[in-house]
């Protein structure tokens, strides 16, 4: 029988996967796609949570994050085309203006 | 106690994780994209199977369908073929105590679940008894419409707000990157205009 | 009568008024025009004023006006106001007597200049100071006038601001003033705290009451005072700057610098006679300081070459002479000489400067010689004020000086040995006095070709100022002869009300009994007689006949000369004690503490921030990577505590 | 009715210019300096109808007003004004219109930014002098610091930045002791009386234990002390007026530095009486060498601007010491001399910055012989120079004189001491002023340098007027700072006697030394505070 912690636990495995991936990687690409796997593994324990309390609010919640996800995304790219154009790299540790 | 549902548990899990593993594993973006799909669509079988189907199609078509097309579409735009040089790899001490960090996080993530109280969460599993409409689009649209009609509207502006400022952003090269160009001329407007004041 | 009396300061400062605010505006008649008329008219109201005054019994003899209140603050009144008394009514017919004549002189001796207005107005500015000084009826306003003057003082001598050496002077008298001043200023301070006003006469009244006589309050008080008057009339060790202000035009080194400012000093100790009758010991250092002045001063004048400086530490000498006479309580013949000192003196500096304008503005006494044919009526009068200063019987200044020696000798509080300073002063003054003749106006000329061609006698407007003043040293001393000669002293009669001190009978009647000694009197008078009559025919023998002589003295004593020519060294002295330490300290507070310790240490607080800044902001790499490292183990460790605790 | 509402007016006045200077277009520099000239006018002659309503005989503050702002802190918008307010609003609205006339031409650049600054600034200061509220009296205090920042910063010279950040750092420090010690004194007041209030007239109603006046004094007068500038806290000034634009150092030296004797006179005296004697000798030997130090330091600069800042140093040395002599002649004269320190060194900057509009250069060496060149400028300069050493008839004289005659009462040392800067400050003045105006004309570039405009003129003249009339006529003045000084006066004259006892019980109960220390703060703070032993 499978439980609800089971599919938890994946959760946070796929949620630590993002995280080592965003810590890890170079490529400001994959960097991005590591931030949508974390809104995954978050979007899943959701789920997991609405089903073990036996209410949809939890759907609700993983749509609307859904939504914003895409929002993301789609001002992630557009940031990120606008940056290569500037300075012809994805790699991310080449972006240190934040100290200024 | 091997039924189906265990197993098509076990091999969705192992799928989602495999492809998140080997999303971040890639130098070649293309392929980051079409692992991180593979995981999608894995996750996908894991929601429906908490009786979550509007959303598992929702993630299918919307998130693997739309979002990931996205990313291969500015892959391709900016030309990533995996060969640009990312540098230096950094030190194995530093990428060491990453995962470290990352392992320590999924183990006190792991305290959590197993010391949080859940109704239902130990004896009953995904086999239990739900309403009918759990999780069937009615299900979720009358949250959205109901309960969660401030927020949803809230989402579908900030919808909009990413349309327009995805393309302030990335159109920025139609107007020519003109700032530069433009500043000598704005100066020396008011400068004439006030001389001749004088 | 007394309605009228602030216009006697007033019209002076209308015309300054007027010549300053449309400076430059006017034609020259015009601007002598403004600037003598109120002067004139001022005379003439003192001259008004003074007999109404004559006209009242002597006790009475007091006109006071108050305009308006000045500062009041407290219990502190101060009024601007005038009092007219018998001595305010002698200052001001001298100041504004004498004033008038040298606007008049000014006229024709700044005919050139191309600051005329300027100069009248400046000139006019002054006659406002003075009147007030005179006329003021409580010391601070008193000092308002005596600041005033100082002003003036110092934009006269800085008049020709081009030339350094002038305005060096104008800076040098202010700052030596002021230190005076600064004096006069505690002084003040004193008797305020100690009567609770400033005001003439409820000082005078009150003092005896108020002050312990010879205490120590009353004597810090009336020395402090006399501090001012020090700085103000040039006096030992604050004298430096009345040689140096013969830089300014010479009319002016007449009116402020000989007759009237340099005088006021010894007005006002005449004026508060009753405090200082109060505090011997005050008395004794005035007498004292007097005295060592006039002889100190007269040694330097006989080795001077430039025919100003010579009438400068003449005037000192003689200054020193009045504070002479106030410091033994003879206040009546300290005024007295004043003004016979004013009419004189003034004449010898009218008289100087048209010398001057006849060498074309050569002032060096080396280079003239036998002028005497050239300017008869320049060299006629200035022989008269030659012969008064020096004491021949019968002109004004024999009756003050006499008058003077014989309270130094006589007076309660005098003694021989100023008696024989002031002895020993009037031979170095004849000596000098006809040393500066006979090198001027006798013997061959010294002057080059070209000054020789320009020799002319100056025009009417500047000799008949001469021959006034010469008139005035000639009768001015008759008013105050001595009781030996069988006449009433009218000046020391008109004087009587204000010198006699409220309540010091003991002390006017024990100066009254001094002059009982009629033998020793006359036998003082005669010596000194016979001295300056020696000292003249000394000063004939060297600088009229044989020339020659007075070089090889020089010759034989190198030394005493140069430190006679070099004034003693005093200005250096100064310069390397006081002005070059303060210099330096004030370079070593600003460079070393301000800036190095004070400003060092708050720099150096910032730099220390900032490095400690620079070090911490290594950690921000400015890598989102390294941002969202720490921001993993910032949640790690946040759920870990909430784990464990 | 008038009466309520003519306060706000005058403070708010010059925002509301603010507000009409944003509408105006940045490239219209005349209409800017027009509309803000026209509005600093107005708020001027509002100020002279302040004068003329006012009444110089009543006691207490006037115009009252007294609005609930933030009432669950006790907040509120108390404003009022006394004869020391009254003076220092007019002298801060006259030499304001007299900045912006000034800066007519020098500043070409960012003129709206800069108008708007002075106006703000404006703002400011009228409202420290009239607020009651301690909370409302900091608001403004940080009001001006910002656009006199902008000021310095923006519109200054070569080392602005250094001078603009060091001039903020030095008032912050003070500012935030400050801003402590005013939320320590609302807490007292609400355990003393059960209720919060900012409010300055309840609070000193509130006596305060002795050992708490003594960390509250010290805090306020830090603060205070950085803005006079008393010695040694007085390096930020020196590097702030040299940068500084002319308006700004006018402003600067005018009214700013008046704000820390202001501050001393409305809140350390009055609201600390016991702390004030305790401190007093301190306060007086620091006066005193700010005198001397002042007055030998400016002696040897080789900027005209710094050496009027540092005759500043020594100038409010003189005001600090007259204020702490605790009588009513010296304290009078302190006051007065605000006035008359803003007014003559004001005049002063104005004229530096004259001679540096035409040269570009305020080193002393550079000049010499203006007197033939600009007549009218060397006889302003001339009485303006006067003024500044005190010369009788001029206002300075009146200031200094009743200084120097209440310190002389107090402490016959002190009295010596400080009459002796009145001799350096005619060395240093006269020696500048002869080094720049007398002489010959030896540079080049001095030969042609034109005399004042008739804008200058304008300028210069109401100062001069008003040097003369303070030095003249300084009654209405006199009579107007009277009844505050007194007021002022009563309060730290009890504490004197209060403190005496204190001392003579501490002395007398040696032996019982803790039992007569206890008595002793016991009765000044009715017992209630003893925990600040």
Redesign the interface.
Known sequence: MVTIPAFLIVAVVIFGIGAVGVLISRNIIVLFMCVELMLNAANLALIAFSRALNIMDGHAFVFLVLAVAAAEAAVGLAILIAIFRNRETINIDRFDMLKW | ?I?L??II?AIS?LV??FG??M??G?RN?VA??LY?IL??VA?AV??I????L??GA??II??AG??MV??LF??M??N?RGQ????E??SSVG?FS??L??????I????????SV?????I????SM??SD??SVV??AE??FG??LY??EL??V??L???V??????G??KAGDTPAAAKPESAS???S??GA?? | MSEYLFLVPILPLAGFLINGLLLGRLPRPVVSFVACVPVGLSFLLSVLLFFGLKGLPPDARVLEQVLFPWISSGFLLVNVGFLLDPLSAVMILVVSGVGFVIHLYSIGYMHHDPCFGRYFAYLNLFMFSMLTLVLADNFLFMFVGWEGVGLCSYLLIGFWFEKKSASDAGKKAFIVNRIGDFGFLIGMFIIFWQVGSLDFRVVMEAAPTMFVAGGALITAACILLFMGAIGKSAQIPLYVWLPDAMEGPTPVSALIHAATMVTAGVYMIARSNVLYLLAPDALLVVAIVGALTAIFAATIGLAQNDIKRVLAYSTVSQLGYMFLACGVAAFGAGIFHLMTHAFFKALLFLAAGSVIHAMSGEQDMRKMGGLRRHVPVTYITMLIAALTIVGIPGLSGFFSKDEILWKAFSSPYGHPVLWALGFVTAGLTAFYMFRLIYLTFHGKGRMDADTRKHLHESPKSMTVPLMVLALLSIVGGWIGMPHLFGVTNYFEQWMAPVMSGAGHDAVSHALAAGGGDTGMEVGLMTATVILVLVAILAARKLYGQTPELSTRLREKTPHLHRLLFNKYYVDEIYGAVIVRPLVNMSIFLWKIVDVLIIDGLINGFATLYNDISQTLRAGQTGRVRSYATVFVAGVVALVAYFLLG | MMENEILTLVTFFPTIGVLLLLLVPGDRHDSLRSVSLIIAFITMLFSFLLWAMFDPVANGMQFEVNVPWITSLGISYHVGIDGISLLLILLTTILSVLCILSAWRSIATGVKGFLISILLLETGMIGVFCALDLFLFYVFWEVMLIPMYFLIGVWGGPRKVYAAIKFVLFTMFGSLLMLVAILFMLFEYQKYSGEYSFDLLKIMQMPFAYHAQLWLFAAFGLAFAIKVPLWPFHTWLPDAHVEAPTAASVILAGVLLKMGTYGFIRICLPMFPEATVTFLPYICVLSLIAIIYGALVAMVQKDVKSLVAFSSVSHMGFIMLGMFALNTQGMEGAVLQMINHGISTGALFLIVGMLYERRHTRLIAEFGGIAKVMPFYAAVFMIVTLSSIGLPLTNGFVGEFLILIGVFKFNTVYGIVAASGVVLSACYMLWMFQRVVFGKVTKSENEKLKDVSWRERMVLIPLVVLIFWIGIYPKPFLDRIEPAVKQVLERVSRAKTVEAERRFQIETELPAREAGSVGATGHVAGGENLCWK
Not at chain 2, 118 to 122: D, E, F, K, S
Not at chain 2, 165 to 170: H, Q, R, S
């Open positions: 106690m039924n549902d265990t548990f899990a989602a994780v998140a593993v999303m971040i890639q973006p980051s994209v991180f995981s999608l996750q894991l929601y199977q908490l009786g979550a509007f959303l929702i993630l919307v998130y739309a979002i996205l990313f500015v892959i735009l900016l990533l640009e040089d990312l540098g790899r950094g990428r990453k995962y960090l990352v392992t320590l996080f999924v006190e993530l792991g305290m959590v679940i197993k010391s859940l109704p239902n969460a130990g009953t599993g995904i086999s739900v309403p759990f999780g299900g979720v949250l959205l309960k969660y927020p949803f989402a579908s900030l919808l707000a990413a349309i400022g995805a393309v302030v952003m990335a920025r090269e407007g008011p400068g205009v006030g004041g004088d």
